[in-house]
């Protein structure tokens, strides 16, 4: 109960600050950036999502590699798109995306709970890291093109930065010694440690796939990068690598509050970084709406996916049920 009053409470502060934003910057010019994009330019931009979207199951693929499992690329895409349909519409369920994806794992491919919830917590760790990366990029490249953001800008995005920072830092740390983070938390519970010792395996510096995996990370990055530059460049605009930089790092720190789809969130730090680079503000809230729209499209894919997989699953749990019943 109390994480639905949470959804619903962040989606209505959402909801808020995205009319606030679109009232300020005014509906008109909206509409009209938005009548710059159509036919086979949101073609182009709806490929670029997708071209993201597999980028991001490859690299699922390849961390499962690496831990000695194999499975097949858009079967595994199945469970890929459900978990982004939850991280996407319910951020504020905090890893409810990844717990979905280990247990599909577990019912559907057989996959021990402990190398499963492994790949996905490592696919998130290099996704936090990779964005961090970009993020500091993004905000240097902006001070050097234009200044310092504004008091309010820093205290709420910075913050939540500073925590993926902070946290990720002692990940590392903890993990290059080989000192267990969980057992600070709990004590006498053995299946969070074989996670953690899965993880810890695979970000082994002397092994390859950890280096792999960074490199589609950072590969998935540069398409989110292209599709920045590809979309302002459709609205009429144009922009260089590091305001494309820029935009895609102020794109991340929006993703970091959980609101779900990053509504409104999303439209004040574009409206901020767009106007600062120069363009007007109808193009901030275009470019975050087509953006989002594009995902929304994977995301209701990933829903259908979560029905279907879920089916599948809570069938295979009544059938084990029922022989174990018969057996006896």
Same mark, same amino acid.
């Given at each position: ?6 959804? @619903? ?17 005014? $509906? ?23 071209? #993201? ?30 978990? &982004?349909?939850?991280? @996407? ?5 905090? $890893? ?43 905000? &240097? ?69 950890? $280096? ?19 979309? #302002? ?12 930089? =820029? ?26 970084? @767009? ?5 007007? =503000? ?47």
């Amino acid at each position: 109960m109390k994480k639905v009053f949470l959804f @619903f409470l962040s989606l209505l502060v959402g909801i808020a600050l995205f009319l606030w934003v679109l009232q300020t910057i005014g $509906w008109e010019e909206v509409r009209n950036a938005l009548n710059v994009f159509t036919g086979w330019k949101g073609i182009i931009v709806l490929f670029m999502t997708f071209l #993201v979207m597999l980028a991001g199951n490859w690299k699922w693929k390849e961390i499962l590699k690496g831990q000695g499992i194999n499975i097949g690329f858009f079967e595994l895409f199945k469970s890929y798109l459900a978990g &982004f349909a939850l991280m @996407f519409l319910f951020p504020i369920v905090f $890893w409810g995306g990844e717990f979905f994806r280990g247990y599909a794992l577990k019912e559907k491919n057989s996959i021990p709970w402990s190398k499963g919830m492994a790949s996905v917590a490592i696919d998130r760790i290099l996704e936090w890291t990779t964005n961090l990366v970009i993020i500091v990029i993004g905000v &240097f490249s902006f001070i050097f093109l234009i200044d310092f953001p504004p008091s309010q800008l820093v205290a709420i995005f910075g913050s939540a930065f500073a925590l993926f920072a902070i946290g990720l830092s002692i990940f590392y740390f903890k993990c290059l010694r080989k000192e267990s983070i969980i057992g600070f938390f709990l004590r006498g519970h053995k299946q969070p440690f074989d996670v953690e010792k899965e993880i810890f395996d695979f970000f082994d510096p002397k092994k390859k796939p950890i $280096w792999k995996a960074f490199a589609i990370s950072f590969l998935r990055a540069g398409l989110m990068h292209l599709r920045v530059w590809i979309l #302002v460049l459709f609205l009429g605009k144009s922009f260089g690598p590091l305001q494309s930089l =820029s935009v895609l790092g102020f794109s991340y720190m929006a993703a970091m509050i959980p609101i779900p789809t990053s509504l409104g969130s999303h439209e004040a730090v574009q409206t901020f970084a @767009f106007n600062s680079l120069g363009l007007s =503000s109808g193009v901030a809230a275009a470019f975050t709406m087509i953006v989002r729209g594009t995902e929304m499209v994977f995301a209701l894919i990933g829903v259908l996916m979560l029905f279907r997989l879920g089916a599948a699953i809570i069938k295979n749990i009544l059938l084990s049920k029922i022989n174990k019943i018969a057996k006896t």
